[in-house]
């Protein structure tokens, strides 16, 4: 899946699609994010967050949750 066809599938209320643009514009290999912030897209977009984790997996970025 391409970070244009992702980002079109995700809610646009959530900063779930500023933080993939984010990784994929800087070409990130990991990124920091709230645990707080991943049960809210677990809990409100579930299907959103199991495309960008896979989107994040098959790019090798590492979600570090804090």
């Known amino acids: ?5 992702l980002l079109a599938t995700l809610a ?13 514009r ?8 709230p645990d707080a912030a991943v049960k809210k897209w677990e809990r409100r977009d579930p299907a959103g967050w199991a495309k960008a984790s896979m989107w994040f997996a098959a790019r090798r970025v590492a979600i570090v949750r804090i």
Do not use: H, K
């Not at 899946?1 to 066809?5: K, L, N, P, Q």
């Not at 779930?16 to 990784?23: D, G, K, N, Q, T």
């Not at 800087?26 to 994010?33: A, F, M, R």
């Open 12 to 24: 646009s209320n959530s900063d779930l699609p500023r933080l993939v643009a984010r990784v994929d």
């Open 26 to 33: 800087e070409e990130l290999p990991w990124v920091l994010v």
């Open 1 to 5: 899946m391409t970070t244009e066809e």
